[in-house]
């Protein structure tokens, strides 16, 4: 398994170990493979050596005279931290794998092990490598993003989306009424807010309604007011929303859902800028700009006499669509990057980044719900997440017609209605089946389960997997 030495030009390799049969046949492998190699007898003599140069990567033992393995990670560690070490031993246990991990070492591989097992654990250290240097570019790059390619809270830079946000900056300049139109999930009141605050009223109130989520039989008195008793309860004046949205925005959102005998009376708002309190004898001005925001087709509405033509005209004067993210792919892997960082900041874990594999799920995804489920999807990740990197596994429901499994087989597997359990059976069964299709080689079953070998390491201990 020669590998090109053009491949690792510069890349320069620490073995360490007490052994002279061991750095000798240690050096000759990687040498050949085409990477700079140095050897120093144990920990002590390496961490002079690491103290003068950069490794990329440094393969040290365990068990060594005068400074082993451990304590050389220690002393070394403001060394190491733009170094992949891999650990090496003959008498490591999971529970010294694992302390190893937590002393800053990338991975682990037990003596006696075939030349392909070394060349594997550099491989996986480099890939991990060049996802975090993408990932830090990304970074870079969503940060140049936010400052250019940014609307209110929204951020995008496919085409489609800039041409979304030039036209609501535009829009945002003056005092006309939009109409924000697209599929649930696809940031309607993002948008709405984003043109409420880029313009002259942006100190002013914004007071967001959903017309579908107030009961028709409040949904009047809420928008526009009542006088004391006009009605049983009301006890005191109420001015309501509209009131409350003086010289600032009030945006409708799913405004196709509003009673027909309602918006007689939004048309005479926007119309007139005047509302009827309920019990009021006469109407009172307002200086309200609205937003309205619809996943309906209102001109189909207005077709089937659901909604009032002469409403639609007026709501319908600057019309924003919104693309479904299905027709904007090229948004995802920066979409990804943010909620990532958003929910890694939440959740206080330290994730560099998602997988190839699972960005292209994603990528090939039909996403019915649009920017809102992709960011479910993160959150769920990040906190199911035990490595650095956000896998294929945790988005396995995208694997699945509809998102379910087969009912078939899992009564056999776990009992009860636990999702947690569940989880737990069903990896436990997983891990079984991996190690023994490998005879039991724990680095091809991690690459099997398409997990970390560390991670596998730590789930083996905590099922009690020998």
């Not at 190893?100 to 654990?121: Q, R, T």
């Not at 870079?140 to 929204?154: D, V």
């Not at 926007?270 to 619809?294: C, F, M, N």
Request: charged share 25%.
């Amino acid at each position: 398994m020669t590998q090109d030495p053009s491949n690792h030009s510069g890349r320069q390799i620490l073995v360490v170990d007490d052994e002279a049969n061991m750095r000798h046949m240690l050096s000759a492998l990687l040498s050949d493979a085409g990477y700079g190699v140095d050897t120093a007898q144990d920990g002590a003599a390496a961490l002079e050596k690491v103290n003068d140069r950069h490794y990329h990567y440094i393969f040290c033992d365990i068990k060594m005279p005068n400074m082993d393995g451990m304590e050389f990670l220690e002393s070394a560690a403001r060394h190491l931290s733009a170094t992949n070490v891999i650990m090496m031993s003959a008498y490591g246990t999971i529970d010294t794998a694992i302390e190893a991990m937590k002393k800053g070492a990338y991975d682990y591989i037990s003596k006696p092990f075939k030349s392909d097992e070394v060349l594997l654990a550099l491989k996986k250290a480099e890939e991990r490598e060049t996802l975090k240097n993408e990932n830090q570019e990304l970074k870079s790059r969503l940060e140049h993003i936010e400052q250019t390619n940014r609307f209110g809270s929204m951020i995008a830079e496919s085409r489609s989306m800039q041409e979304v946000f030039r036209l609501a900056a535009k829009v945002a300049q003056y005092e006309t009424t939009v109409l924000i139109v697209g599929q649930s999930g696809t940031g309607k009141e993002l948008i709405a807010r984003g043109i409420h605050f880029a313009s002259k009223r942006a100190d002013k109130p914004l007071i967001p309604v959903n017309c579908g989520s107030i009961p028709e039989n409040l949904l009047e008195s809420e928008l526009f007011g009542y006088k004391k008793g006009a009605f049983t309860g009301a006890d005191r004046d109420y001015g309501g929303l509209f009131a409350a949205a003086s010289s600032g925005t009030m945006f409708l959102d799913e405004i196709g859902d509003l009673p027909l005998s309602l918006q007689v009376k939004l048309l005479r708002v926007l119309q007139d800028s005047e509302i009827r309190p309920v019990g009021a004898s006469a109407s009172k001005k307002v200086d309200v700009r609205i937003i309205a925001a619809t996943s309906k087709d209102l001109a189909d509405q207005v077709r089937q006499g659901a909604f009032r033509e002469d409403l639609f005209y007026r709501l319908n004067v600057m019309p924003v669509h919104l693309p479904p993210l299905v027709e904007r792919t090229d948004d995802i892997p920066l979409l990804c990057r943010f909620f990532i960082e958003r929910y890694s900041t939440k959740f206080e874990k330290q994730i560099a980044g998602i997988s190839s594999e699972a960005m292209s799920l994603l990528l090939e995804h039909s996403w019915p719900g649009n920017v809102r489920e992709l960011e479910n999807l993160i959150e769920r990740a990040v906190v199911l997440a035990e490595d650095d990197v956000l896998g294929a596994e945790l988005f396995s429901s995208l694997h699945e017609a509809g998102g379910q499994c087969r009912q078939e087989g899992i009564d056999d597997i776990v009992s009860g209605y636990s999702l947690k359990t569940g989880k737990q059976a069903l990896e436990k069964v997983l891990i079984k089946k991996a190690l023994a299709a490998t005879g039991g080689n724990r680095t091809k079953a991690a690459r099997l389960l398409e997990i970390s070998h560390p991670s596998l390491l730590s789930k083996m201990k905590a099922y009690q997997i020998e």
